[in-house]
């Protein structure tokens, strides 16, 4: 049998983790589920450590699926605490940016919505002045 003793990764620098936050929140943020993300991942926030020991668990059969070493690093990442907040504020911060014109485009068209009832409203009320 061919097969080839894969390294395990014990520690992650600041620069891959950062890295893949950024590609992270950017995958979340981009598709409209900042607000999901951010709960999910608060939610689960005081169970992150119990998180990476069982993604370390099932890695055999991960490693099927996805790449060894990115795997092994999103472990080690959403292992410490300070990544896991660094996600929640940088995708927070994507979509401010990304879909405050949606959001600002959005309160127009409920505003115009709203004074146009009005208008409707004011008009059947009105008292005819014949």
């Keep these: 049998m061919n097969y080839e003793h894969k390294e395990y990764l014990n520690e992650i620098n600041d620069e891959e983790a950062h890295d893949m936050i950024e590609k992270m929140a950017r995958f ?9 993300g951010i709960l999910l991942i608060e939610s689960l926030h005081p169970l992150h450590s119990i998180g ?4 370390y668990f099932i ?5 099927i699926i996805f790449d060894s070493h990115k795997y092994q690093r999103f472990a080690l990442m959403i292992k410490e ?4 907040k660094a996600l929640v504020r940088r995708i927070d911060e994507l979509d401010e940016e990304l879909n405050d014109e949606r959001r600002k485009e959005a309160k127009l ?4 919505r709203r004074n146009q009832f009005k208008e409707n409203f004011k008009n059947i009320f009105k008292k005819n002045k014949s």
């Design 109 to 112: 068209k409920r505003r115009r």
């Design 52 to 55: 990476s020991q069982a993604l």
């Design 28 to 36: 979340i943020a981009s598709r409209n589920l900042a607000p999901a």
């Design 59 to 63: 890695m055999p059969f991960a490693e």
């Design 81 to 84: 605490e300070k990544y896991i």
